[in-house]
């Protein structure tokens, strides 16, 4: 068996490999009696490691038992991801002053099925009810059915939409290695050169950037930084910065892609006023042709129907799209039934510099609050009408005239 | 998939399937069984577990009453010791020979070769190879997937680099190292981690690599044998340390002029053996580290005696006191200590000991498993180390009552978390006014030349 394994394979890994795959056997013998990891697991039972989660107001501690960590605790997904390292961020982070944050992260495709018995109530708890055991999420990249996609621009100041695209056979930014973030480089940029048109754009590595180049981009606001949020940091998306990190734009600085920043990609279709349709009819085109171009390298995007497309915070799952805009609403935001319409709408506002602040004066981020269980269409379609609502309330506010607040848009059972 | 995942036995099939290996699961017992009502939960008068069964289970929300952790140790003491391999002592150590050099690589020591970090654990949990089922389910990276790529495409970029580690490290090295690990899962990206996301200090030169547990030392020997000696003025690997703690072999120190000298403290660390430190260690590990020196500690008498304040249940008023007295840690924010990991789970587990006279203070869980500081106001700096030796040599007689000792061996010392703090792991220092010397240009000079650092208060 040995003699036929060299044959195969030849070069310098052979030892290495050889040794681990003997080891392998060796020990997978030897603890198919179960001794070893018996042994280890009675000097620290799931009991001694659970975490202390009293404190904790987030999405994993609230779904988070003894029963399912016990259940959990000693698996591993193929590239050896464990629950513990799953949770980390929740456990180091017991809660957020704006948003009620997950708490959990996964580390490649996998940890979706492994831990499951964790994940499908936090998704349940995250997107309203919708359980990936029993429900599909579809998935609908049609620009054209989108209807009466501009806005009045003396309120709307910019538009945009974002979503996140994860490879397929390489692990997710918590967990993968610098050869995996620089495959996942090498294969996003090979795919976007063959982009022509008006999506025709070129790269700039963070780590390679030039002083003039970085000014350009923070000038544009398209340039990332390393995080510095604690809910990243702790899950490990940090690491080996800047390593691998880039951000790609076409040449009409209207389409933009981050690559490996907190997911594999990040790709962003933005432009100044108010013509969503457009934002959005570039978006799927450059999505598909992304698509199509690394597809034809034997590469594809993580997806799958009950989870739609797969990210690394289980809060991007399914469409991980957010369209929005910044728009100015200077009477609707100081009155009260604001918020209410807001949720009624399903939809969420954030301040102008992220998700990570406060709304300043009365220029807002609104976007869908959803990602899950709706298609892009349905969601894109969802915010058009959305912010409509919102600027005919302004419109009426400014003439002195009531407003009402909207019937709540229907959500799936709980 | 198809399957219905509640089934555990599609669950494992499914499993299996996923990673081609059924030995990782394992059916606990029905836990709902031993978890009471919320109520007693908060109860710290749980009776304790008869036999090891329960004691297995136990209540998982309890964990901070003592009970039941206390006899967890204790059970796991008492096996460790009817294990013959555990049970040696520096004295024992010292008259079988001592240290040997092992050999490179990670092997079964079925020849008898004695390593004084492999020892620290029972054969059993030993490994010769990075199989995911036995490590211990924390950590930093472990992906395999990284042997399917070649060294010089998993090899960090270290050109805007000035750390210890980035000046030691080769691609040579990094190859032959990167698929080896220590018995508790350790491997090299974990160990240079904080080196690769830190590229360097405006003031000092920083180590960049860490250890996650005894066996690192010897497993990444190639790597942190030259950090080690480039650290350490050229200390090389065939050096000795020397160890003495007896404060009677020290000449004079007790008449420091108090009019220059306001402060005099002796800090150092210790680790206890059996543990996987800091930056890799578990929950259940740190706890169980808490555990132990709370019990050594709580022994102490007579000018040594003294409380322990846990850092997540420390009171608002504890909280004042300790600050105003200047013991109180934080979580770190240095990102060259996030980076390695050893802020995971904070608070949990963290805490502070010190004596009532407050001259006598016990970091756990912090940098190290213990940072012990003896200090005191005013030039005595004899009395400060007299205290700080029998503090500590008492603390560890403590430990060793109950079947523990502190990480040694005769070529590092005390191992620590950081190779900078190997040997002594000591810090002895004033705080001292010299208005006129600190002007001086030669200050620097003659500092260097004494082997004395500056440092601010």
Not at chain 1, 320 to 326: C, F, N, T, Y
Not at chain 2, 163 to 172: D, G, P, R, S
Not at chain 2, 283 to 290: K, L, V
Request: charge should be neutral; include cysteine; aromatic fraction near 8%.
């Amino acid at each position: 068996m040995a003699n036929s394994f060299t044959r195969m394979i030849t070069g310098r890994n052979t030892a290495v490999m050889m040794a681990m795959g003997a080891g392998t056997l060796a020990s997978a013998f030897l603890l198919s009696d179960n001794t070893a990891a018996a042994e280890r697991r009675r000097f620290y039972p799931p009991s001694a490691d659970y975490p202390d989660l009293r404190k904790h107001n987030n999405c994993m501690a609230l779904a988070m038992t003894p029963t399912i960590y016990a259940h959990l605790r000693d698996k591993a997904t193929p590239n050896n991801w464990t629950l513990d390292q799953c949770i980390q961020t929740g456990v180091d982070n017991p809660g957020h002053p704006f948003i009620k944050t997950v708490g959990m992260v996964a580390g490649d495709e996998e940890s979706y099925e492994v831990f499951a018995e964790l994940f499908d109530p936090v998704i349940r708890d995250r997107h309203n009810g919708y359980d990936p055991r029993t429900m599909k999420h579809p998935t609908d990249l049609e620009a054209s059915k989108i209807t009466s996609g501009m806005f009045d621009e003396r309120y709307v100041l910019s538009s945009r939409v974002r979503t996140g695209r994860s490879i397929r056979g390489l692990s997710l930014p918590p967990s993968c290695t610098r050869s995996e973030r620089r495959e996942v480089e090498r294969v996003v940029v090979t795919a976007l050169s063959g982009l022509k048109g008006d999506l025709a754009g070129r790269y700039y590595s963070l780590g390679e950037m030039t002083e003039k180049e970085q000014q350009q981009l923070i000038d544009e606001h398209f340039l990332f930084d390393k995080p510095v949020s604690p809910l990243l940091t702790a899950a490990g998306m940090a690491r080996d910065w800047p390593d691998a990190r880039g951000i790609w734009h076409n040449n009409d600085k209207n389409f933009l892609i981050w690559i490996n920043e907190e997911d594999h990609t990040r790709i962003i279709s933005m432009e100044k006023g108010g013509n969503m349709k457009r934002v959005f009819e570039r978006f799927c085109r450059g999505l598909k042709q992304v698509e199509h171009l690394i597809q034809e390298r034997g590469w594809e995007f993580m997806w799958n129907e009950h989870l739609g497309y797969i990210l690394t915070c289980p809060s991007n799952l399914g469409t991980g799209l957010r369209a929005g805009v910044h728009i100015r609403l200077p009477f609707l935001s100081k009155d009260p039934r604001f918020k209410k319409i807001m949720e009624n709408l399903r939809l969420q506002k954030r301040g102008t510099g992220g998700v990570d602040t406060a709304a300043t004066g009365d220029t807002f981020d609104i976007s869908n609050l959803d990602r899950l269980g709706k298609s892009e269409v349905e969601l894109v379609q969802l915010v058009i009408d959305g912010v409509n609502y919102l600027i005919e309330c302004e419109k009426r506010l400014e003439r002195g005239q009531d407003i009402k607040i909207p019937s709540p848009i229907s959500q799936f059972r709980k | 998939m198809q399957e219905d995942l509640a089934d555990p036995a599609c669950l494992e099939r499914s499993c299996y399937k996923l990673t081609g290996n059924r030995s990782f699961l394992y059916s606990p017992p029905d836990f709902n069984k031993f978890l009471k009502s919320p109520e007693d939960h908060r109860n710290p008068h749980i009776p304790l577990p008869t036999n090891s069964l329960q004691l297995v289970l136990g209540d998982p929300m309890a964990f901070p009453d003592q009970d039941i952790l206390s006899l967890q140790g204790r059970l796991a003491a008492s096996s460790f010791r009817q294990s013959n391999e555990w049970t040696v002592n520096r004295s024992q150590w010292e008259a079988g020979g001592g240290y040997k050099t092992p050999s490179a690589g990670l092997i079964r020591s079925s020849s008898g070769s004695r390593r004084t970090g492999a020892l620290s654990r029972p054969s059993h949990l030993r490994l010769n190879d990075s199989s995911p089922d036995v490590i211990m389910p924390f950590g930093n990276t472990h992906n395999k997937f990284k042997m399917n790529y070649s060294a010089e495409q998993e090899y960090p970029d270290l050109s805007q680099h000035n750390n210890h580690m980035a000046k030691v490290l080769t691609l040579e090295m990094y190859s032959k190292l990167r698929n080896k690990e220590t018995p508790s899962g350790f491997t090299l990206d974990d160990v240079i981690q904080t080196g690769v996301d830190n590229p360097g200090h405006p003031f000092i030169m920083t180590v960049g690599c860490v250890a996650g547990d005894e066996e690192t030392y010897e497993v990444f020997k190639d790597l942190l044998d030259p950090v080690i000696e480039d650290r350490h003025g050229g200390y090389k690997p065939s050096d000795t340390h020397k160890t003495d703690l007896n404060a009677e072999n020290l000449q004079g120190g007790d008449d420091l002029d108090p009019n220059y000298v306001l402060s005099s403290r002796v800090r150092t660390g210790r680790s206890i053996r059996g543990f996987c430190l800091p930056p890799h260690s578990s929950r259940g590990e740190r706890r169980a580290i808490e555990q132990l020196s709370i019990e050594a500690l709580d022994s102490l008498e007579g000018d040594l005696k003294g409380k322990y304040y846990a850092l997540k249940n420390m009171t608002e008023e504890e909280q004042q006191q300790l600050i105003d007295d200047h013991f109180l840690f934080d979580k770190p924010v240095s990102p060259l200590l996030l980076a390695s990991g050893m802020a995971r789970d904070w608070p949990d587990a963290r805490g502070i000991w010190h004596n009532d006279n407050k001259t006598f203070l016990v970091w756990v869980n912090e940098e190290d498993h213990l940072r012990v500081i003896s200090m005191q106001k005013g030039g005595n700096m004899r009395e400060v180390f007299t205290r700080f030796c029998t503090g500590l040599t008492k603390i560890e007689d403590l430990f060793k009552n109950r079947g523990h000792e502190f990480m040694w061996n005769e070529h590092l010392g005390y191992v620590l978390t950081c190779p900078s703090n190997l040997g002594t792991g000591l810090r002895a220092g004033v705080h001292v006014k010299l208005p006129n010397l600190s002007k001086h240009e030669k200050f620097g000079e003659i500092l260097k030349r004494l082997r004395l650092q500056k440092r601010g208060t």
